[in-house]
């Protein structure tokens, strides 16, 4: 049972929401949750931040480390649903470089 | 530091390869026949796309010679292929050609070449140019080697020490500095890159756990390091990319703003990884306001494809730039705020402190943000710079 992501099998990939604050205070949780979500997957994995109202540098760091582990594997990541702010914060670091990032009126 | 040389570096030394794309086959019959005969394994390609094949194919080719002029792909659009792969693009090209205008010559240059050669090839000067290159190869990885010998050796060091303004006048900085974690996290740095010029450096580690971080230690002496082999601060964070990757946790990453100033001319280089943007002055001592600085690059240790952005800019006498952490945008007097807010309110600090000497204005300007520091959740760094006079 993974408490903090709804996980969403879609025909071409799957679809993560994490259901708190991408934060260092819930990031164990968070590593932990995206590490069992994403394991065997295929497709594009599509974290969801809807539910998302602020995230701090170890946030970044987990769409890092998601987008890497992801990378070599048949399996890419996209981030949909990003408010402003935390789309501004995430080109602000040219993240969108190096996985695509839609924002919450895009998705 | 020097690294262990294994004994069987000596007793089996590598021969190196070397790929040689020409559409022409007997220039790559003779090309073939010389580097044989030098000593060298050779690996032929007929055209651009060819080459691109015979690049996956183990081992890496340690050297290219690379014709411009052919059929599928032109030695230029091979070139930048080669340089989209993060493991190809050390490996040095020289271009052969019997185009020998300037234009050529510069082209390729612009488009990353080491070195050029005009046909007909004068023999024993391209076996001369191959060895140098491929020896200067050799002294880079190595360098990159003994880097992540010490990073590692550094690893556990914690105690961090950051220079002092009133000892050092000649950089003419001020900076305010609390540090809220234990260790790691924002650190800063000024030295010497030059007889008139210095480096002025504010970075953030990710990640509050320590056992995890990177000392701050380690990645200043590697930035020092690397300005004394006179590695531009673009060079110096490419080169710091490689160092940091195998060294960080997965989803660790550095920020880093990266300010070297000529303090004669005032010729400046901004460069950034990731990190938020500085503040300046206007050029106009009476002018109001600021101008931010939002040179926007990858954050480092973290991306095998890694582009810092650089801003190139001339400081006037008097004028002031202001380098940040993120402690200063993200919290105003006790609250959260979002990004944008604070840098607002920032610049409207910053511009209320342009008529104090620098070493009162950094304080001014903290408190301003942060009356009470207690409440900060994040380190404050903050490192104002002018020429000196």
Redesign the interface.
Known sequence: MNTVFEIISEADGTVLRPTTNLVAESMADLRAGLREAITDKEGEIRIDLAKVEFMDSSGIGLLIAAHNSLKGRAAQLRVIGASDNIADLLTSMCLDRHFPIERADAS | MSSPIHPDSYAQPRVETILVVDDAPENRTLLKHLLHAAGFVVREAGDGCEAIKAMEENPTPDLILLDVMMPCMDGFATHQEILKQPNWRDIPVIFLTALGDNDSKMKAFNHGAVDYLTKPIYRPELLARIRVHLRFRQSYNALVAEHLAQLQSLKEAQAVLMPDPAELPEAAFAVFYAQLKEAGGDFYDVFPSGPDSFDYIVA?I???DLGAALPTAALKALLRQNAALHYDPEESLQLLNRHLQPIFA????A?IAYLRLNHITGKALLASA?H?PALLHPEDPNAQGTTVM?V????LG??D?F?P?VARFRLLPQQRIHLFS?GFIEQFQGR?V???TGLHNLQTAVAASHSLPRDQATGTIARQIHPDTASATDDLLLLSIERRE
């Open positions: 953030d990710s990640g509050h997965p989803g660790q990453y920020t990731g938020i939002d926007r690059g990858d954050p973290c991306f494809s582009s952005g993120d959260e979002d990004r944008p």
